[in-house]
């Protein structure tokens, strides 16, 4: 017969181990105190987290008469999508937005992986500047650090297509591809004990011993953050000057 005792008592049991549980994971993975407090970044300005903020946040979008009609299809997708705005430029100037509800030319956004891009340009324009030789230049010719490391050698342009080979932040590549260490990760979805957010909220320093470069990988698309991550590094080795600056 089952009791009101006995429910308390399996209620408090489970409490209880839920309790340890956590607590074995913020003991072994430190950084999860500050995700767990954090959650993930809100789609709009000012976030929560680990972020940064650049240039004139006061600044709106610029107010114009569309010169493109969206399809119904194309707006359907992007409601599917859960997305919140559009902008498209030619030539230097927006020719169409559309925002979804809840969200106008006024509201500063999160940009989130816009910052790939950023880096991207950034890459490309050290290069043209020559401050950077080539695509094919590899990581420890700027950071001295992965000199004994396996991202040493990985040369920019795998970075820059996300054909690095690194398997850090899930199981496998978009390819489908079997990853050699065995280890799954759920950080993809920005779990507090992932990889993804220790290397969110310490920085790539702080995971370069253990990131692992799968050889027969290199070559094959497989979406990392941490390509990006290291880019920004390479950066700022190149200029002595944080990459946010």
């Not at 767990?36 to 972020?51: D, M, V």
């Not at 006061?58 to 999508?81: G, R």
């Not at 990853?179 to 759920?186: A, L, P, S, V």
Request: hydrophobic share 35%.
């Amino acid at each position: 017969m089952i009791t009101k005792t006995r429910i308390k008592k399996f209620l408090l049991t489970c409490l209880a181990l839920l309790i340890i549980i956590t607590l074995f994971m913020v003991i072994r993975k430190p950084w999860s105190i500050t995700t767990l407090r954090e959650g993930f970044p809100s789609q709009t300005w000012p976030a929560s987290g680990n972020s940064t903020s650049q240039g004139n946040t006061d600044a709106v979008a610029i107010e114009q008469n569309n010169k493109l009609i969206a399809t119904t299809e194309f707006l359907d997708s992007f409601k599917e999508s859960e997305g919140a705005a559009i902008g498209v430029a030619k030539d230097g100037e927006i020719i169409y937005t559309y925002f979804a509800e809840g969200f106008s030319k006024d509201t500063k956004f999160n940009t989130y992986s816009m910052a790939k891009s950023l880096t991207g340009v950034l890459i490309l324009k050290a290069i043209s500047d020559g401050d950077i030789p080539s695509l094919d230049s590899t990581v420890d010719q700027f950071w001295s650090e992965t000199k004994t490391t396996e991202i040493g050698d990985l040369q920019i342009h795998e970075l820059l297509n996300m054909k690095s080979g690194i398997a850090f932040e899930k199981e496998s590549g978009d390819v489908g591809h079997e990853n050699e260490t065995g280890k799954k990760d759920t950080a993809l979805e920005f779990g507090p004990f992932s990889n993804l957010a220790r290397l969110h909220v310490n920085g790539v320093d702080s995971v370069l011993s253990d990131i692992k470069v799968i050889e027969k990988d290199r070559g094959k698309y497989s979406y990392q953050n941490l390509n990006t991550a290291i880019l920004g590094r390479v950066l700022e080795e190149t200029y002595d000057t944080p990459l946010d600056e």
